[in-house]
């Protein structure tokens, strides 16, 4: 060996495809490819990311003393037990670290997000992809994937790329099912754009069980991808794990003075909330109003709907056609689905201009 080796099961490790923002020759396009809030940003989140530039020379607070005590009290949550992190990316991420390593076993289903097999990987752990039921999550086929070296379990709800939920009694079943040795991660990344009548359980469980552990962001509703803060809610013995393997200053002082400001700000994750799911509703019908041209919805409770092209018109020709009608989406032929296109829910222009330019390709079509 003349050069040092990275660990196999490193090189084994796909890199991650975010979603893009410019089209290969550099056009100037609307991006419904990330998932991002179309109304922006809470007013507050962002003049309180501005007031941070006064302290630029100082180093953050590495407890996040203040924005844990302000999810706690929206959340009624112990701030103790409140784990964050560059993103929750990387609370996932901590996660795997702390509980699980060669040898070990972590399941996540087909079409799951695709963090998870880096976080899995990362670590020399070994994924385990279960089958998916219509393209949502399959309890039975996840406790079936259960073996003796199964540490974590990662489940996104509603889940990302198809949308699709995961009902409060599935989860409960899963959380039944599972040995209690098993941490069961779920990843709420979208909860906030779910109705109250729709909670899905598992802060709940975070609260009361000893091995459920939930994460969320602010890159989502919150409109503060950019800022990179996520966080979790989990058992005391859990948090403690993943706080000895955070990197020490991994929310900066903008970060975390703004997502303060926005979790402050509930009106307008009610405001987002709605927008989305007037929006959602209406685009999942105009689509699937086109199933005569093979076109479908993959129901969705999150910010965005996956498209089955399952007819003439195929996924990549539409994925350039919306390209040529000034959007870029998400077309997934890496994640086993080239047969799809991810749409974030835009503005009601973008809705309508999106299924606008999906009615003239379908028309077209030959
Ligand atoms: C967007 C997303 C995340 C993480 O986003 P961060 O910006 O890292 O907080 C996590 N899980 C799912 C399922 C997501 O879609």
Same mark, same amino acid.
């Given at each position: 060996?003349? !050069?040092?080796?990275? !660990? ?9 495809? #975010? ?11 609307? !991006? ?20 941070? @530039?006064?302290?630029?020379? +100082?180093?953050?607070?590495? %407890? ?31 996660? *795997? %670290? ?28 070994? #994924? ?21 070296? &199964?540490?974590?379990?990662?489940? @996104?709800?509603?889940?990302? #790329? &198809? %949308? &699709?939920?995961?009902?409060? @009694? ?8 599972? $040995? ?66 955070? *990197? ?28 989305? $799911?007037?929006? +959602? ?31 003439? +018109?195929?996924?990549?020709? @539409? ?13 997934? #032929? ?11 829910? %835009? ?5 309508? *201009?999106?299924?606008? *330019? ?9």
């Amino acid at each position: 060996m003349n !050069k040092p080796a990275p !660990k196999d099961w490193i090189m084994a490790i796909a890199p991650y495809v #975010p979603g893009k923002s410019s089209t290969d020759d550099g056009r100037k396009v609307i !991006k419904l490819s990330a998932n991002e809030n179309p109304l922006g940003t809470p007013d507050a989140a962002r003049a309180a990311r501005i007031a941070a @530039a006064q302290t630029l020379h +100082l180093y953050p607070d590495p %407890g996040a003393v203040e924005l844990r005590h302000a999810i706690a009290e929206v959340h009624d949550l112990d701030p103790a037990r409140i784990i964050y992190g560059t993103g929750s990316d990387e609370v996932l991420h901590l996660a *795997a %670290g702390a509980y699980a390593g060669p040898g070990d076993e972590i399941i996540y289903v087909r079409y799951g997000f695709s963090v998870y097999d880096i976080a899995a990987r990362r670590v020399g752990a070994t #994924p385990v992809v279960v089958a998916d039921h219509d393209y949502g999550t399959d309890v039975d086929a996840i406790l079936a994937a259960v073996t003796d070296r &199964t540490r974590v379990v990662f489940l @996104a709800n509603p889940n990302n #790329p &198809t %949308g &699709t939920y995961t009902s409060r @009694a599935e989860i409960a079943r899963l959380h039944v099912g599972l $040995r209690p040795d098993i941490l069961l991660v779920i990843d709420q990344a979208y909860a906030e754009y779910l109705y109250p009548a729709e909670d899905d359980g598992a802060l709940d469980l975070a609260r009361t069980a000893s091995n459920v552990l939930i994460t969320r962001t602010f890159s989502k509703i919150y409109g503060l991808a950019a800022e990179r803060v996520g966080w979790g809610y989990g058992p005391a013995e859990v948090i403690d794990a993943m706080h000895r393997i955070r *990197a020490p200053f991994c929310l900066t002082t903008a970060g975390q003075l703004a997502a303060i400001a926005a979790v402050r700000d509930q009106a307008w994750v009610d405001q987002s909330r709605d927008h989305n $799911r007037q929006w +959602l509703d209406w685009f999942t019908d105009e689509v699937n109003a086109l199933g005569n041209h093979g076109l479908r919805v993959v129901p969705s409770k999150a910010n965005f709907a996956l498209i089955l092209f399952e007819g003439r +018109l195929t996924a990549e020709t @539409a994925y350039q056609g919306l390209i040529d009608a000034g959007y870029i989406v998400r077309w997934l #032929p890496g994640q086993g689905l080239p047969h799809g296109l991810r749409i974030t829910i %835009g503005s009601e222009q973008d809705c309508r *201009a999106i299924i606008a *330019a999906l009615r003239h390709l379908v028309g077209d079509a030959r």
